[in-house]
């Protein structure tokens, strides 16, 4: 079994700081990873991916993510957060040669002026 | 850009009525997925499909049926609505390769009384 953890369900920044928002996993075989987002009344945009290669990955918006495979995490980060960068945040997995995605349980964050 | 569009944004509906959710993608994509989204519980796949007819269930597959006689368009069906499938109701395309990135609909919120 496959599962995801998003241990925070709510992060506070002030606008200007860094933003970190975790995620950790749980599979047997090596990982796909995804981070998406959901603005309100929208649905869930793709905003990076780890599937082989340099564990720091890039992506839309000035997000970025390390992939660490001792530690099974797959942190979003965001050297600067925006006011606009609040959202509900969804970390997604899936087995290298699997066929079902699974996501956790989603990170609500508030970035304050 | 890819659009994937859902029907509906908002639907009320009875306990015991049969509920069509449909979807439909502009991009050509082989893969469509039905999620819900409820809080806390992040997204959960209903059923997924890689082609014409072809599906598979997801992990919570029960009191749902899904119909796929064309690649652009896949139709959730909840046979009997009850009021524990009251929720957001995602559709997702992504191309060929389980590796892709999703492209996602603005969702249904069902609501059974």
């Known amino acids: 079994a496959q599962s995801v953890a998003q241990p925070e369900d709510q992060v506070n920044v002030a606008e200007g700081n860094p933003l970190t928002v975790k995620c950790t996993y749980s599979v047997s075989g090596n990982p796909y990873l995804f981070w998406y987002v959901q603005y309100p009344n929208r649905g869930l945009q793709f905003l990076l991916k780890y599937i082989t290669g340099d564990n720091l990955v890039k992506g839309s918006y000035g997000f970025e993510a390390e992939f660490n495979k001792s530690q099974t995490s797959f942190h979003l980060k965001k050297p600067s957060a925006l006011v606009s960068d609040s959202a509900l945040y969804f970390c997604a997995l899936i087995k290298a040669a699997g066929n079902k995605l699974t996501f956790g349980g989603g990170t609500r964050v508030l970035v304050k002026p | 850009d890819v659009k994937v569009t859902q029907s509906s944004r908002y639907l009320v509906k009875r306990t015991g009525e049969k509920v069509f959710l449909e979807c439909v993608q502009d991009?050509?994509?082989?893969?469509m997925f039905w999620y819900r989204q409820d809080p806390g519980l992040g997204l959960r796949l209903i059923y997924f499909?890689?082609?014409?007819?072809?599906?598979e269930k997801g992990d919570i597959p029960e009191g749902y049926s899904v119909s796929r006689e064309k690649k652009e368009r896949f139709s959730l069906i909840l046979e009997s609505a009850s009021t524990n499938q009251t929720s957001m109701y995602l559709c997702?395309?992504?191309?060929?390769?389980?590796?892709?990135?999703?492209?996602f609909g603005s969702g249904t919120q069902l609501s059974v009384l």
């Open positions: 499909s890689y082609d014409v007819k072809m599906k």
């Open positions: 997702a395309s992504s191309s060929h390769g389980w590796s892709e990135k999703l492209f």
């Open positions: 991009m050509d994509h082989e893969n």
